[in-house]
């Protein structure tokens, strides 16, 4: 079970939250940060109050239904000025602060408008920027010019009565959701709405609005790419899909098809995202899925065994032959096997043209990824033989070896000082059983669209990688990542547990990758299976060409209303930050690099020293285990 738990810049905002509500156990779903991060602390206590003083269910219920896009943002932080206004007059005689509170709040609104260009200007909604101009005019006493008489009016419906209660606060509402924006609430129950980013952080900071907002659509850039003599691929930033879409449900359900339902629920969703997908990662959606289910979805192989171990067991052109496209995988043909399969699912949320392409497309990947295993059989399980050897070595000489301090064995001479001064008699080191140093490898793949034409190489390179660490033992869970309309999505091809390595010939590219926000994912995941006791020792290896690339922009500088584009430094120094942070909590992060020689200093400064350059199936064994080597030294049990 996902369990949310705040630190930082999100734990000061959750405690004013907290203080102004008089509630210590509420799981709030709002927080208001401005443009740099920092908490924004009169927004904030706004949050709280409003769950001391109103029905928070039913304000957080109506939030939600409002759903996404253009309108509905200005809708949501004019609406949210009215309950400033409410709670302020409300809570005002017992907290008399609130009064200087409010008025840096409003100087702060003027200190940001003041820096605008005309040009910036013609990006903000006008609407809520007139509304802002003349509740903060007020607040500090200054008349206001050039508003519309229209925009006059909304404003005094926008001055919610401190004598208000729930029920009137809401009436008002939803009148000024029906006669100025013309809208009503949607009928999706609350939590099923777009989730997580919070709406007060539409006025916090970025009054920028853009107005087309397209759908990265995995298919359409399928192909499109740029390649070059090393196999990479280059993705390049268009205006026109820059943004996710303003469907969620929408996004939710192409999510869905594409790549299965989410592992977990909507509620632990909602705590990842919100501790996860905020600072330049604010805006972003995560999704968490295995093969297997989208393998369901998409039709089973009947009998399915794993190719590699069949190869194995057979001649390799037999197994080629009784693995013939034309003759044993008709039930993997989407236009046969999947129509009675996916009728239900198709119709309960409709089966898009994009979303069947998609589906074609992984199919005829799999099949790709699946010859290509054949065509190179002798050569794959060679390396699988070479590299478990060497593993096998690997893991023993560390395991026999183990400085668990006791108070007898071998003298750790710099604690010798100990006994007499700290009553400390554990100075010394003595060998523990294997099994205390129970250690498992997650294999993380880059499976964006710069993958594209080298995508039956990787799936090859992880499946021998994954057979190998079996034959020693070691668990292994093979993820690919990707990002998409907004949404970061890991997939898992192979679980803990698992033998074999069917799904990971299900690997496809497509797409884009926010490497720092998938590393974070996988730290937050890392950190509730060690605290149920999951593994005492991890290691984290990524495929990557270390060049990160989406197409939803990082947020606007403090002061500046322009997104970024999501490429360049900024993403490399996230990663390596999000790199730092899975080091600190003990997780062993390497990285084998297949990608450009463009991009070596950027692989070096996202995990140092710790990172090998692979370009052949040859390559792999000597470099897999060269890597395992130095993340294992790091811990002072390898002695080899």
Not at 155 to 174: A, C, I, N, T, Y
Not at 335 to 354: H, I, L, P, V
Not at 389 to 399: K, V
Not at 561 to 573: A, C, H, S, T
Request: aromatic share 8%.
């Amino acid at each position: 079970m996902i369990k949310q738990h705040y630190t930082g810049a999100s734990r000061r905002a959750m405690n004013l939250i907290w203080n102004a509500a008089q509630d210590y156990d509420w799981n709030c779903p709002f927080l208001a940060f401005h443009p740099n991060g920092t908490p924004d602390d009169y927004l904030n206590m706004v949050i709280g109050l409003s769950a001391k003083w109103l029905d928070r269910e039913r304000i957080t219920d109506f939030f939600e239904r409002l759903g996404t896009g253009p309108t509905i943002d200005e809708a949501s932080s004019l609406l949210w000025l009215g309950i400033e206004s409410c709670v302020y007059g409300k809570e005002l005689p017992s907290r008399p602060v609130l009064e200087e509170m409010r008025r840096q709040r409003a100087l702060e609104f003027f200190r940001i408008s003041g820096m605008l260009s005309e040009q910036q200007m013609s990006f903000m909604s006008i609407r809520v920027y007139d509304q802002e101009l003349i509740r903060w005019s007020h607040v500090l006493g200054r008349r206001v010019l050039a508003v519309t008489p229209g925009a006059v009016r909304l404003s005094e419906k926008l001055e919610f009565s401190p004598e208000w209660d729930s029920d009137q606060v809401l009436g008002r509402m939803h009148d000024i959701l029906r006669d100025d924006f013309h809208r009503t609430l949607s009928r999706t129950t609350a939590g099923e709405a777009a989730a997580g980013s919070g709406i007060l952080g539409k006025i916090a900071g970025v009054f920028a609005r853009n107005s087309h907002k397209s759908a990265d659509l995995l298919t359409l850039r399928k192909g499109s790419g740029r390649g070059d003599a090393k196999r990479s691929v280059h993705i390049f930033h268009e205006f026109d899909h820059r943004l996710g879409s303003v469907d969620s449900a929408a996004d939710q359900a192409y999510m869905e098809m594409a790549f299965g339902k989410c592992m977990y629920s909507e509620t632990e969703m909602g705590i990842l995202e919100k501790a996860l997908c905020r600072d330049n990662d604010s805006g972003c959606r995560l999704w968490f899925s295995s093969w297997e289910e989208k393998g369901r979805d998409a039709g089973k192989k009947t009998e399915t065994k794993d190719p590699g171990m069949e190869a194995e067991a057979k001649d390799a052109g037999k197994g080629a032959e009784a693995k013939d496209p034309g003759k044993g995988t008709e039930t993997r043909d989407p236009g046969k096997g999947t129509e009675a399969k996916d009728a239900g699912r198709d119709r309960s949320f409709g089966r898009t043209k994009e979303a069947t392409r998609l589906r074609r497309d992984q199919e005829t990947q799999w099949k790709r990824n699946e010859e290509f295993y054949r065509a190179h059989v002798f050569q794959i399980s060679e390396s699988i033989r070479n590299l478990s050897a060497q593993t096998q070595i690997l893991f023993e000489s560390w395991l026999s070896y183990l400085p668990a301090r006791a108070k007898s064995g071998r003298l750790e001479a710099e604690r010798a000082w100990r006994p007499g001064a700290v009553s400390d008699m554990k100075i010394f080191l003595a060998d523990s059983e294997p099994d205390d140093a129970s250690v498992c490898v997650d294999l993380l793949l880059d499976a964006s669209q710069s993958r594209m034409n080298a995508q039956e190489m990787i799936a090859s390179q992880a499946y021998v990688i994954a057979r190998s660490l079996e034959e020693g033992h070691v668990p292994v869970r093979v993820t690919a990542f990707r990002s998409l309309r907004a949404y970061t999505i890991l997939q898992t091809l192979k679980d803990f547990g698992e033998r074999g390595g069917e799904g990971i010939f299900r690997y496809y590219a497509g797409g884009w990758n926010r490497d720092a926000l998938c590393l974070k994912a996988m730290q937050y995941l890392m950190a509730e299976e060690k605290r149920a006791g999951a593994f005492r020792t991890r290691i984290l290896m990524v495929l990557t060409d270390a060049s990160p690339n989406d197409s939803i922009p990082l947020p606007p500088k403090e002061g500046s209303l322009f997104p970024r584009e999501y490429e360049g430094d900024e993403p490399v120094r996230d990663a390596q930050e999000a790199v730092r942070r899975l080091r600190s909590d003990g997780v062993l992060t390497c990285a084998l690099f297949y990608g450009a020689t463009a991009h070596l200093d950027e692989v070096y400064q996202i995990y140092g020293n710790q990172y090998v350059r692979v370009k052949t199936l040859t390559q792999l064994p000597g470099a897999v285990c060269e890597l395992l080597g130095r993340c294992l030294a790091r811990t002072n049990r390898y002695t080899g």
